[in-house]
């Protein structure tokens, strides 16, 4: 199973950034996929969750109006496309999968670790 971000780099502030995770090793429409970061000398918080299918979507209040989750089954890819960047978004940027929506938004909501398979993260540095 292997989960890879990517897509990270040097973003500037009210700029655009869109992050890829590609899936392999695993059904991947079977799974919701979960975006997550972590800041330097912060913990982990939850991005954005998307269903299996596609077809639903959960986002944090920090991704809101801002971020947008989808994904392509049929390249077993999934994206984080982030907007008007801002320093604060600065962070490693995490894709993982979970059963289903429902089990990715309560790892989002509670902070938790809970993902069935995490991939190694994508930097993001949003310049002021």
């Known amino acids: 199973v292997q989960l890879q971000a990517s897509g990270g780099g040097l973003g500037q502030t009210g700029g655009s950034l869109r992050l890829s995770c590609a899936a392999s090793?695993?059904?991947?429409?079977?799974?919701?996929i979960g975006w997550f970061r972590q800041a330097p000398g912060k913990e982990r918080e939850g991005v954005s969750c998307?269903?299996?299918?596609?077809?639903?979507?959960y986002d944090a209040d920090s991704a809101k109006d801002r971020f947008t989750i989808s994904r392509d089954n049929a390249k077993n890819t999934a994206y984080l496309q982030m907007t008007d960047l801002k320093p604060e978004d600065t962070a490693v940027y995490y894709c993982?999968?979970?059963?289903?929506?429902?089990?990715?938004?309560?790892?989002?909501?509670?902070?938790?670790?809970?993902?069935?398979?995490w991939g190694k993260g994508t930097l993001v540095t949003v310049s002021s």
């Open positions: 090793g695993f059904t991947f429409d079977h799974y919701a």
């Open positions: 993982a999968a979970a059963p289903s929506l429902a089990k990715c938004r309560d790892v989002v909501v509670t902070r938790g670790n809970d993902m069935e398979y």
């Open positions: 998307i269903s299996g299918w596609g077809g639903r979507t």
